[in-house]
């Protein structure tokens, strides 16, 4: 008969004790720090976004500043399809459904590969930069 390894089995000195979910630890903030210091991180629905749609599927990219969608996307493991970077295949084109107004106005490569699909919200990953800053 082989013996259950339990998170307590593997503590030296402990052999086949079972542990109990450790109690909750208090967390505490430090006197000094006054609310208005600490900086929790965003909500989700205060996080700039702009979601794009790529062969049916729909991915959140975080506003990056000066980035273009691509990277922002490929640093945050979205998985968008992409091959010459350049902005010449076309393989990167997704649909913006929202949060276009995070992104600059679409290069002159972007309105040549993709003509009238501009006016549908389509736009090409690697050449769509986003804006350096946006009003708050």
Same mark, same amino acid.
């Given at each position: 008969?082989?013996?259950?390894?339990?998170?307590?089995?593997?503590?030296?000195?402990?052999?086949?004790? !079972?542990?109990?979910?450790?109690?909750?630890? %208090?967390?505490? #903030?430090?006197?000094?720090?006054?609310? @208005?210091?600490?900086? *929790?991180?965003?909500?989700?629905?205060?996080?700039?976004?702009?979601?794009?749609?790529?062969?049916? !599927?729909?991915?959140?990219?975080?506003?990056? %500043?000066?980035? #273009?969608?691509?990277?922002?996307?490929? @640093?945050?493991?979205? *998985?968008?399809?992409?091959?010459?970077?350049?902005?010449?295949?076309?393989?990167?084109?997704?649909?913006?459904?929202?949060?276009?107004?995070?992104?600059?106005?679409? #290069?002159?490569?972007?309105?040549?590969?993709?003509?009238?699909?501009?006016?549908?919200?389509?736009?090409?990953?690697?050449?769509?930069?986003?804006?350096?800053?946006?009003?708050?």
């Amino acid at each position: 008969m082989r013996k259950q390894l339990t998170v307590g089995s593997l503590i030296p000195g402990r052999s086949g004790v !079972q542990m109990s979910s450790p109690a909750p630890v %208090p967390v505490h #903030t430090h006197p000094s720090l006054k609310k @208005t210091e600490m900086s *929790p991180a965003r909500p989700q629905s205060e996080q700039k976004l702009v979601q794009v749609k790529q062969r049916s !599927q729909t991915m959140p990219v975080r506003y990056t %500043p000066s980035q #273009t969608l691509l990277q922002a996307a490929l @640093t945050q493991d979205q *998985p968008i399809a992409y091959k010459c970077q350049q902005g010449h295949c076309g393989k990167c084109s997704v649909q913006i459904v929202a949060g276009a107004s995070l992104l600059d106005t679409p #290069t002159g490569q972007e309105k040549a590969k993709l003509g009238e699909k501009l006016a549908t919200g389509y736009r090409l990953a690697c050449q769509s930069t986003f804006r350096s800053s946006i009003p708050t």
